[in-house]
C-alpha cells in the first residue's frame, strides 16, 4: 500500500517562495511517475509538474520558469520549490504517485489510476 504524506504548504506574499515535501512509503518501485496537481475549489485538478527515476520532468505551461520538480530516491521524497508565487498559484496541492509511460501523459490525464496524498494548502496573498 503506497501512502504519500504531504507537507510545506503554508501562507506566503506574491514573490515569495515555498517548498514543498512529499514522503512516499510502501511499494513505489517503477520508473514514473510522480507529480504534483493542485486544486481550488470549484475548478477542475490541475497537473502540475512531474518526474520519473531518471529525472526527466515535465511542468504546465502556467510554472514553467517558477517551479522545480526534484525526487530524492535513496529517500523516496519528492519536493517541489516554487518561486515568484502569484495569487493564481493559491490551490491545495496534492502529491501523486502512478506507474505511468511517461511525465508528459502523467500530466496530461491527470493520474487516474494514482495514490494521493491529503494535501497541503498554499495560499498566496497580494
Known amino acids: 500500500q503506497v501512502q504519500l504524506v504531504e507537507s510545506g504548504g503554508g501562507s506566503v506574499q506574491a514573490g515569495g517562495s515555498l517548498t514543498l515535501s512529499c514522503a512516499a512509503s510502501?511499494?513505489?518501485?517503477?520508473?514514473?511517475?510522480m507529480g504534483w496537481f493542485r486544486q481550488v475549489p470549484g475548478k477542475e485538478r490541475e497537473g502540475v509538474a512531474a518526474i520519473d527515476n531518471d529525472g526527466f520532468t515535465n511542468y504546465a505551461d502556467s510554472v514553467k520558469g517558477r517551479f522545480t520538480i526534484s525526487k530524492d530516491n535513496a529517500k523516496n521524497i519528492l519536493y517541489l520549490h516554487m518561486s515568484s508565487l502569484t495569487p493564481e498559484d493559491t490551490a491545495m496541492y496534492f502529491c501523486?504517485?502512478?506507474?505511468?509511460?511517461?511525465?508528459?501523459?502523467?500530466?496530461?490525464?491527470?493520474?487516474?489510476?494514482?495514490?494521493w496524498g491529503q494535501g497541503t494548502q498554499v495560499n498566496v496573498s497580494s
Open positions: 510502501g511499494y513505489t518501485d517503477y520508473q514514473c511517475c
Open positions: 501523486a504517485s502512478e506507474e505511468a509511460p511517461g511525465v508528459v501523459p502523467f500530466l496530461r490525464l491527470g493520474a487516474p489510476g494514482a495514490h
